[in-house]
Nanobody, 124 residues
Framework: QVQLVESGGGLVQAGGSLRLSCASS????????IGWFRQAPGKEREFVAA????????YYADSVKGRFTISRDNAKNTVHLQMNSLLPEDTAVYYC?????????????????WGQGTQVIVSS
C-alpha cells in the first residue's frame, strides 16, 4: 500500500503562485509515477502533470504547460507542483495519485493510490 497526503492549497489572486506538495509513505519503492489531477465543480477530473519516479521524466497538460512545474524529492518521497501565473480556471480540488504500472500517465484510471485532495481557489 501507498499513502499520499497533499498540502499547499489555498486562495490566491489571478497571476499569483502556489506550491502543492504530495508526501508519500508506505511501499514507495513500488511507485512508477506520481501524477496530479484536478476536478472543478461540475466537471470531470482532468490530468494536470505527472513525473516518473525513476528518471524524472515529466508530462503536462497543454493548459498548464509553461506555468506549472512538477518535481520530485526522492529523499523525502515527495512530489511538488509549482503553479505560477494562476488563472481563475485553475480553481479546482487538486489530487495527487500514484501507480505501480501506468502505460498512460494521463489516464486517472491507471493510478491505484490517491490522496484526499487540496482545494485551490484563484480569484479574478
Amino acid at each position: 500500500q501507498v499513502q499520499l497526503v497533499e498540502s499547499g492549497g489555498g486562495l490566491v489572486q489571478a497571476g499569483g503562485s502556489l506550491r502543492l506538495s504530495c508526501a508519500s509513505s508506505g511501499r514507495t519503492f513500488s511507485i512508477y509515477a506520481i501524477g496530479w489531477f484536478r476536478q472543478a465543480p461540475g466537471k470531470e477530473r482532468e490530468f494536470v502533470a505527472a513525473i516518473r519516479w525513476s528518471g524524472g521524466s515529466t508530462y503536462y497538460a497543454d493548459s498548464v504547460k509553461g506555468r506549472f512545474t512538477i518535481s520530485r524529492d526522492n529523499a523525502k518521497n515527495t512530489v511538488h507542483l509549482q503553479m505560477n501565473s494562476l488563472l481563475p480556471e485553475d480553481t479546482a480540488v487538486y489530487y495527487c495519485a500514484a501507480g505501480t504500472r501506468i502505460p498512460n500517465l494521463r489516464a486517472d484510471t491507471q493510478y491505484g493510490y490517491w490522496g484526499q485532495g487540496t482545494q485551490v481557489i484563484v480569484s479574478s
